[in-house]
């Protein structure tokens, strides 16, 4: 019996959408759990699976892969011919692989994930999104989920090859898995980071400057993945077990937590203007400075070293994160619309506690100083229990100096916080204000506060070295600078003291407006309409990211 | 019934309660006095209208007139910078996933993706509305045919026509069953077959209880499909109701055409002594007045007549088209 192309075609659909009886039953039965299966995975990630493997990038890609895998284990097995049978060839074999698998794994992957959420915002289809019931953190998932995916078909496709390798010696097993697992998660962080910059660039000049930052990140990261993994193939894994599980811990809750403030910061700009954008991104903060401790913490297990360079480097990126964060919470929106108002904690203590996770630009500014006092005393407590280890050797400066320096860069980052508030109110007053632009604002100011005081001073000694003083105190690097030294005045200190908390304690007074009850009762219309939708019962909501229960009273 | 925007702006305020959804949820479609404005340009001005359950309310404006940024609004997809709006009783601006359950939106861009065919476009979709199982296979059946897509069900989509890929969209914005459709322009650039099956669709959707809002330029076709119109210019809405209605409202200028079988000649002296009258045009047994008045003004005349002696055959209020009335209300103005 002849079939139609056309016969063919709607027996197909018909199977599709379940209108054929010709399958057996227990087909049938299979089916219906491979739907349900399915309904349980993220739209979004069936979607881009869907033209992911459909896509010419994909092919070209995975073919390449393979030819270039099949290439090498030809072309490296013919080179190291005969010495391949009786000397470990596997290091060399596997940099060919590992240089293979990382050109798509860290560049191509994370590129399209970047291409795919920005296409959708350049054709229009986001907003289509958005009007479904999809949440904004559903569809960057989506992405990163069908970029995981993508990333596990190059990594089993180069499987039998790594295998190969394995079976020249030279490479032990642990070392493969390090390195399997560093390619996987540099290549899993740089997706969520690549994925995070698509929404910044709306206007087309922009896209390109855009596209050239994310480029030169993967072209970073690809670079430091890959110095690591070949010199970790070359020389094998020079750590010791403990220090081996450290690294791994490590690794993971520090690339997962940033991960997820990068999730959260990706999802809040897709997310409208009337809904609550910050709650999601500060707890996420906390959970990456939480981790950050406990790295730190952890490291000091690992002799004075390691933990030395592990509680510097980690201060370092946690301080430019509060600076950088603060700076984008004091350029929220003041204003608290209906929306954000009903979810608002409903107790007094509630709002007390949790008044930090309530946006707003006071809130942010003093949730942002407030972790960073929190992480400096918690780094400088490890710092302290470092200087205590039997390795322990002088490191140069002076506890003291470090405290009250650290003080101070409080200080000025609550009076620089200040700034960009009052800046950012007058950008308001005629324009829309995305969050970002308080850093830009922050720089600037910065910038200025430094340069203006110290080139007027050069200018006023015609041009030679001078003295500090007073007229200097704005500018923030030189006073550091002495403060480490210490050689700062006393008064300079303590204007920039006073002036830092006098901004800081002064919005926190301020702050007791927003613990008096303002939170608005969900309408009955609204809760019933999410009952109906959720078949939830009464009073509990999807609206209400703290687990506050704040949806459940009703007028 | 669609009220005018000063009426509405008068006592909308006072039906707010805290929360920002109202009480009243008679009117499908709510929008009171919304403000957009981007930068200095003023998008949308005070517009207030509402559109009840299962009508058609046709949207009519120049380019850049504001028709867009209300209808995004309404879809959720903009904020407005003062004013509300409602489906169904529901904020668009508190409650976006809410309305959003019951709302299907059609943009003028067809926004669809490559390497995608029509069904998988579909079940997308489909489950994005979180419609699961046996439901959504029944959901896509029902949209396939409705849409008339069976056919082509399992092409890519690249390769549509405009016609097709409109359908295609349409598909999309009912595969979850709205009450409420926002069609923005979905006629443009189509062929006049696929316009009028299009005008089929979207009248059999209607007469299923959907209420939809529907935006075009092509003012013949929203004339037979829509029950309202609403004319938009500047940001600013000029009229909205029925085509008569707002020809009623808005035309001074009216032209009456009468058949007599008497002495036309002295019918036309008698009616061009009245002050409203500015011309009569005697063409064989047609008398053809054009006059500056209302309805009463008009049933004065032909009375006039009748009392004179003059055998009245036929008397036909000259009917404006929707172009005629939209073209007097719009001054042509642009942003």
Redesign the interface.
């Known amino acids: 019996m002849s079939v139609t192309v056309d016969e063919a ?1 709607d027996a ?2 018909a199977a ?4 054929s009886e010709a399958a057996p039953k227990w087909l049938r039965m299979v089916d ?1 759990v491979a ?2 299966c399915g ?1 349980a995975i993220n ?2 990630l ?2 881009e699976t ?3 493997l ?2 010419r990038q994909f092919v070209v890609t995975f073919s390449l892969l393979l030819f270039a895998s099949l290439a090498w284990t030809i072309a490296g097995s013919l080179l190291m011919m005969p010495q391949i049978y009786f000397v470990p060839s596997a290091p060399n074999m596997l940099i060919g692989y590992y240089l293979a698998l990382a050109v798509p794994m860290l560049l191509v992957v994370p590129l399209a994930a970047y291409r795919s959420l920005e296409g959708e915002i350049d ?3 986001l ?8 949440s904004p953190r559903q569809i960057v998932l989506g992405k990163i989920g069908s970029a995981a995916l993508q990333m596990m078909l190059y990594f089993v496709a180069l499987f039998p090859c790594v295998a190969y390798a394995y079976t020249l010696r030279g490479v032990d097993l642990p070392t493969l898995a390090i390195l399997m697992g560093l390619l996987v998660v540099v290549g899993l962080t740089m997706t969520v980071v690549a994925v995070f910059f698509a929404p910044m660039a709306r206007a087309r000049s922009s896209q390109v400057s855009t596209l050239l930052v994310v480029m030169a990140i993967l072209l970073g990261g690809e670079f430091a993945a890959g110095s690591i993994a070949i010199n970790l193939i070359q020389s094998g894994n020079p750590l010791s077990a403990l220090q081996t599980g450290f690294l791994v811990v490590s690794t993971v809750l520090f690339a997962g937590t940033i991960a997820m403030v990068f999730l959260m910061a990706t999802a809040a700009q897709l997310i ?4 609550n954008r910050s709650t999601a991104i500060r707890v996420s903060l906390l959970f990456h400075q939480a981790a950050v401790i406990g790295i730190a913490a952890f490291s000091l297990t690992l002799g004075f070293d390691i933990a030395l360079g592990t509680i510097w480097s980690l201060t370092a990126h946690m301080v430019f994160t509060w600076v950088a964060a603060g700076a984008m919470m004091a350029a929220e929106a003041p204003t608290m ?3 954000i108002r ?1 979810e608002l904690p409903g107790t007094f203590l509630g709002r007390l506690f949790l008044i930090w996770f309530t946006p707003g630009p006071a809130t942010g500014l003093v949730f942002a100083v407030t972790n960073l006092i929190v992480l400096l005393v918690a780094m400088d407590g490890i710092y302290g229990r470092l200087l205590q280890l039997p390795d322990a050797s002088y490191v140069g400066i002076n506890p003291n100096s470090i405290r009250s320096t650290i003080v101070l860069f409080v200080a000025y980052l609550c009076i620089g916080l200040v700034g960009v508030r009052l800046i950012i109110a007058a950008l308001r007053l ?2 829309t204000v995305r969050v970002g632009v308080g850093m830009a604002a922050l720089a600037v100011m910065l910038l200025l506060l430094a340069l203006v005081p110290y080139s007027i001073g050069m200018h006023l000694n015609d041009y030679r070295s001078y003295p500090y003083s007073l007229w200097q105190v704005t500018n923030w690097v030189w006073t550091l600078d002495m403060s480490i030294d210490d050689t700062l005045p006393f008064e300079a200190r303590w204007i920039v003291m006073a002036l830092g908390g006098f901004a800081f304690f002064g919005h926190l007074l301020l702050l007791g407006r927003t613990v008096l009850p303002q939170r ?4 009955k ?2 809760l019933e ?2 009952r109906r ?1 959720q078949k939830l019962p009464l009073g509990t909501s999807s609206n209400d990211p703290l687990g506050l229960g704040t949806g459940g009273k009703a ?1 | 019934m669609i009220a005018g925007a000063k009426s509405l702006a008068t006592n909308s305020m006072s039906r707010l ?5 109202h009480a009243d ?1 008679a009117p499908c479609i709510e929008l009171r006095r919304i403000y957009r404005f981007f ?1 200095t340009t003023k998008a949308v001005q005070d517009i207030s209208f509402s559109i009840p359950q299962g009508s058609v309310f046709g949207y009519i404006g120049p380019n850049g007139a504001g028709k867009t940024t209300s209808m995004r609004i309404l ?3 903009d ?1 407005p910078s003062f004013g509300e709006a409602f489906i169904d ?2 904020s668009v ?6 309305v ?2 019951r ?1 299907g ?1 059609m ?1 003028d ?1 067809y ?6 065919n029509c ?2 476009y579909l079940d ?2 489909a ?4 419609i ?3 439901e ?2 029944r959901r ?2 029902w949209v ?1 045919d409705f849409t008339g897509t ?1 056919k082509i ?2 092409k890519p989509i690249r390769g549509l026509s405009k016609g097709m890929k409109q359908r295609l969209c349409l598909g ?1 914005a009912l595969i979850h069953d709205p009450s409420v459709l926002i069609l923005d322009e979905p006629a443009a650039g189509l062929d006049p077959r696929a316009r009028i099956e299009l005008r089929q669709m979207i009248g059999e959707l209607a007469d299923r209880g959907k209420t939809i809002i529907i935006s075009s330029h092509i003012l013949t076709e929203l004339a037979e499909m829509c029950d309202r119109v609403g004319i938009i210019e500047q940001g600013r809405l000029l009229a909205t109701g029925t085509v008569d209605e707002i020809q009623r409202e808005q035309a001074e200028h009216r032209e009456l055409v009468i058949r007599l079988l008497s002495d036309t000649t002295e019918a036309a002296n008698r009616v061009s002594q009245r002050e409203f009258v500015n011309k009569v045009t005697i063409e064989g047994e047609i008398l053809r007045i054009e006059f500056t008045g209302d309805m009463r003004a008009q049933a004065d005349l032909v009375t006039e007549l009748v009392l004179s002696g003059c055998i009245v055959a036929e008397a036909i209020a000259h009917s404006r088209s929707l172009e005629d009335v939209f073209l007097q209300v719009t001054e042509g103005l642009v942003q």
Not at chain 1, 127 to 134: I, N
């Open positions: 075609r197909n659909l599709i959408l379940g209108e219906k739907i349900r309904d739209p979004i069936v979607k869907r033209q992911a459909k896509s054709d229009g289809t907003e289509l999104l958005s009007v479904t019931s999809l409208p203007e009337s809904e619309t209906p929306r009903r005629r324009n608005l009762i969900t309408p219309r609204v309409e999410r939708l007028v | 309660i805290p929360g920002g959804v949820v930068g879809a959720t997809l904020l009783g529901l601006i508190n409650d976006p996933e809410l959003r359950h709302l939106y943009p861009s926004g669809t993706y490559r390497d995608v069904w998988e997308f979709y489950r994005a509305y979180g699961t199982g046996e959504r296979l896509l059946r396939l069976r069900a399992e999309r």
